[in-house]
């Protein structure tokens, strides 16, 4: 399971994220207010969102509406020391699927992640992408222009994807990293770089080499 946690307590952050890691063995990637969270939600997919009620950059609440109105359909927990009917129905009624009251054990946390993971909140992906001219094919890895393709390798085609859901913003290449190799990965980020050159390489052969644009000392961003 892939979830995002937003906390701002760095001492009870470190604790909820240790604990997922080792009793769910889940992947967790960790935020401290609520604009990283509004940005890391809509920029990658997680199985679930844990939302702290009191954050800086906005509320737990406040993040969850705005994501709402976005359109975001995953599962959202929100956690609060807020225990009166009428703040759960505000944290309801914003849109979260589930409520947990601090302190709380973490068995239940777990048991309630295990609950939202079993109903399918993810979007299905559609198979074949178009941007103008440019055809991705998700389950081939092929991207086409005409009667010209190129053929990418698994990881190759997950960046290139990912750059492309995102078209037109700038991902560092921290928050690539995270995504595509994971939070724990030992990978250089200078392996970012190698595959980005790779990617270009194959998109020469059909003449779209500039699609990946290098943001110098912060990352790349698709642009067609």
């Known amino acids: 399971m892939n979830i995002l946690l ?67 359909s995953g599962a959202i927990l929100m ?33 309630r992640l295990r609950a939202l993971s079993r109903r399918n909140y993810a979007p299905i992906l559609e198979e074949e992408i178009e941007i103008n001219d440019l055809v991705l094919n998700r389950m081939s890895h092929v991207v086409r222009l005409g009667s010209d393709e190129i053929q990418l390798s698994p990881r190759e085609f997950q960046l290139f994807d990912l750059l492309v859901q995102n078209k037109g913003q700038v991902l560092p290449r921290e928050v690539i990293l995270e995504r595509i190799w994971g939070f724990d990965s030992e990978v250089a980020l200078k392996t970012i770089d190698a595959t980005v050159k790779l990617i270009r390489k194959k998109l020469l052969s059909i003449g779209k080499q500039d699609l990946l644009q290098s943001i110098r000392g912060v990352g790349y961003k698709f642009e067609h």
């Open 6 to 72: 937003a906390e701002d307590d760095s001492q009870l952050g470190e604790l909820i994220v240790y604990m997922l890691k080792k009793k769910g063995d889940y992947k967790v990637e960790w935020v401290m207010d609520g604009d990283d969270a509004s940005y890391y939600a809509t920029s990658s997919h997680y199985d679930v969102l844990i939302l702290d009620w009191m954050m800086p950059g906005g509320t737990g609440v406040e993040v969850c509406r705005r994501l709402r109105k976005q359109g975001y």
């Open 79 to 111: 956690l609060t020391a807020k225990d009166t009917v009428e703040d759960r129905i505000e944290g309801l009624d914003a849109g979260a699927d589930d409520y947990l009251v601090k302190p709380f054990e973490i068995g239940e946390l777990l048991a």
